[in-house]
């Protein structure tokens, strides 16, 4: 079947790092994504990983995926306090485009 | 190059009325999704175009409905509204279908129904 689930919350303090967790349960997924969305905005694409890579960087976004597990996290090094927003998993199951989202954490920078 | 553009940003309709919204791809785009976002539900999948066919559909009655056109832009149409349509409705493009190529998104319509 087809499901990822996601914690609700997380609170940080600024600059610290923060770590978003997120299980998937369709072993046949290729692509698995991080989306952000603000408040009255629209899906960020902020970073993909492919389901034979362990772990892709870029900036201060590095994803991890433990494909046996079926877990992929998101972990934001120095987060700021704009980085405060919901943070969407997703996964597109084989040949389809179709995104199944994660119920959204939502990250508080705090002062 | 100019995002996915979802017009109009905001609507208000009463029960029993139809809806519909627009969608812009990026440029050069050809694969359009509709997605529905509410509190209670989260994000779901409604239906995806490419080359003005309808590849994929989600769990939705057949009240909600959708095309694309031969420029990519696509619309949805929601009939005989109800209480429960109201949310917030995301569209998303890629470069073509079937490839996992990712989805970018606009920035919605909120359809909020009296």
């Known amino acids: 079947g087809e499901d990822v689930e996601q914690s609700l919350f997380l609170s940080v303090r600024e600059g610290d790092s923060s770590v978003i967790n997120c299980t998937y349960t369709?072993?046949?997924?290729?692509?698995l994504y991080w989306y952000k969305q603000e408040p009255g905005a629209g899906l960020q694409l902020l970073t993909y990983?492919?389901?034979?890579?362990d772990m892709k960087q870029d900036q201060r976004l590095t994803v991890l995926l433990n494909k046996k597990d079926k877990h992929l996290s998101l972990r934001i090094a120095d987060t700021q306090t704009g980085d405060s927003a919901i943070y969407f998993c997703a996964e597109t199951p084989y040949n389809t485009d179709k995104l199944i989202f994660g119920t959204g954490t939502r990250l508080q920078v705090f002062p | 190059k100019a995002g996915v553009t979802q017009t109009p940003r905001y609507l208000i309709k009463t029960r029993g009325q139809q809806v519909t919204l627009s969608c812009s791809p990026i440029?050069?785009?050809?694969?359009v999704s509709w997605y529905q976002q509410t509190p209670g539900q989260g994000l779901q999948f409604l239906f995806e175009?490419?080359?003005?066919?309808?590849?994929n559909k989600g769990n939705f009655p057949g009240r909600f409905s959708g095309r694309q056109f031969s420029n990519s832009r696509s619309e949805m149409n929601v009939s005989t509204l109800e209480l429960g349509d109201s949310a917030l409705y995301l569209c998303?493009?890629?470069?073509?279908?079937?490839?996992?190529?990712?989805?970018?998104f606009g920035d919605g319509t909120r359809l909020s129904i009296l």
């Open positions: 998303a493009s890629s470069l073509v279908s079937g490839t996992n190529q990712p989805q970018h």
């Open positions: 990983i492919f389901s034979n890579m």
């Open positions: 175009y490419f080359s003005e066919t309808q590849r």
């Open positions: 369709d072993s046949s997924s290729t692509y």
């Open positions: 440029s050069g785009h050809r694969s």
